[in-house]
């Protein structure tokens, strides 16, 4: 069986923290999809690390590391993340495994990604600029170059090929975007040779042998369940599914073989990038969370818009998921409000719904408010759920039974040790 691990907003829940955190359980890690635009961020022994493409189980040394069929890689990238680890004396080789089915993010994929974000003007995406939508566009009309492609000695025909084609769209884009191809081909260059010296395996047929063997694999979601292709507040959403259909076409696992659902959130709600955000606050109240939640990306250091978590949405990433176990991250953060507030329906064009509506926009949905007592103590330091606070405890138990899912880990501080299970 594989179990699942995914965020259940707009990304940036903790699913690198909590992923590290329970990798002594797992023989194997697995990404499926996204690619750099995911930051995920995990801290032990007071170091900080982020990760874009590698999984998060790559400080520990009972777990193979898998990047699947479904990840798109940036060679320039993966080679810096792989310069990261260097000091850490981990067994890349073995350890780390990339499927040959995963697509390569190309230097003009990254031009394309710009040029379109530069044409929207106002209404783009806020995309990370790091070629996720022109890479998956170029996967899905079946053009894309694959890292198995590059066992073949004709590798660089097929890359030439496509740049080429690359650079005849950017003139279609009425933008003007300045670049050295020479520049940025010298450094994927370099990046392909990294990356060719890695094991690629058909990661599907080593998942289904894992699995023969009873081996146990997590797989790590990225990006958020609002964030994914097909039921994100589209169009401002990433290209890849992120929900847990997504580990099924990504790894190669039947649904059947699914086991535990794990849904990870915050207490609160963020969003980097644009679109809508019916719960976001511009209020002094936004401010304390983005500055007490250090709310910058990952990937990007963009500050991330923050609000009161929206369980109307969260209601529906649990069901999209069928999410068995929750996460609730950072509830350290909300030590100090005096009340918590909680979105319980929205008012939509004079009706309250309780539902995301299609046409989800900046300004036509007004969130209704529960509201709870908040709690002061300082929780970074506590060990035991018996340890938090009662008004903590009561907002993890009013979730619960909105979300018909028990909150087995309460997340009080980045580091690993941080984490109170249930
Ligand atoms: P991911 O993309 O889901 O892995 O999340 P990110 O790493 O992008 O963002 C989560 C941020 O919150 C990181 O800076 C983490 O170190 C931090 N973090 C995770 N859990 C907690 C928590 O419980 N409390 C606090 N204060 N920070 C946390
Ligand atoms: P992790 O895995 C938060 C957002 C971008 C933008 C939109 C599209 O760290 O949670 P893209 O570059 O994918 O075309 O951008 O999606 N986005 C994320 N926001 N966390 C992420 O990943 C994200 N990956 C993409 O900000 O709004
Ligand atoms: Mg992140």
């Known amino acids: ?247 099924c076409t990504g790894l190669g696992v039947a649904p059947g073989k699914i086991g535990k659902v794990l849904g990870i959130f915050k207490a609160y709600t963020t969003r980097v990038g644009s679109g809508p955000f019916p719960t976001e606050l511009f209020d002094e109240d936004g401010e304390t969370m983005g500055r007490v939640g250090n709310e910058f990306g990952a990937t990007t250091g963009r500050p991330r818009r923050c609000g009161w978590l929206d369980l109307v949405a969260l209601k529906y990433a649990v069901q999209i998921n069928g999410v068995t176990e929750l996460m609730m991250m950072k509830a350290d953060v909300l030590s100090g409000f005096d009340t918590i507030k909680v979105c319980t329906a929205y008012n939509y064009k004079g009706e309250q719904i309780q539902h995301l509506p299609y046409n989800i926009e900046e300004d036509n949905v007004n969130p209704v408010y529960t509201e709870m007592k908040g709690w002061a103590k300082d929780l970074t330091k506590m060990t035991s759920a018996d340890e938090l606070p009662e008004a903590l405890q009561n907002y993890i138990i009013y979730l619960e039974k909105e979300l018909n899912v028990p909150i087995k880990i309460v997340s009080v501080g980045p580091d690993r040790t941080q984490t109170i299970f249930r």
Do not use: C
């Not at 995990?42 to 999984?55: N, Q, R, S």
């Not at 790091?130 to 097929?158: A, C, S």
């Not at 599907?204 to 063997?213: G, L, N, P, T, V």
């Open 1 to 247: 069986m594989v179990d699942l691990l995914l965020g259940l907003q707009w990304g940036d829940e903790g699913k690198g923290k909590i992923v590290d955190v329970l990798t002594k359980d797992y023989d194997i890690i697995a990404r499926f999809q996204g690619g750099p635009n995911a930051g995920h961020t995990l801290e032990f022994d007071g170091i900080k690390h982020v990760l874009h493409t590698i999984p998060s189980g790559i400080f520990h040394k009972n777990a193979i590391n898998v990047v699947g069929n479904g990840v798109v890689i940036d060679p320039v990238i993966f080679k810096k993340e792989l310069d990261n680890l260097d000091k850490f004396n981990i067994d890349i080789i073995s350890k780390l495994l990339i499927s040959r089915k995963a697509h390569l993010i190309l230097p003009t994929h990254r031009l394309l990604d710009a040029a379109s974000e530069a044409s929207k003007g106002k209404a783009k995406i806020g995309s990370t600029l790091k070629g996720i939508g022109p890479t998956y566009m170029d996967k899905t009309g079946r053009n894309g170059m694959r890292v198995g492609d590059l066992e073949f000695e004709n590798w660089k025909d097929k890359y030439r090929a496509l740049a080429d084609k690359h650079e005849e769209l950017l003139g279609f884009h009425n933008v003007d975007i300045e670049y050295d191809l020479d520049e940025l081909e010298t450094e994927f260059f370099e990046g392909i040779a990294t990356l060719k010296k890695l094991t690629f395996i058909d990661s599907e047929q080593y998942i289904f042998d894992a699995m023969a063997s009873n081996k146990k694999i997590l797989a790590e979601g990225a990006q958020g369940s609002l964030l994914d292709i097909d039921f994100g507040t589209y169009p401002f959403v990433t290209s890849s599914n992120t929900t847990a259909a997504g580990a």
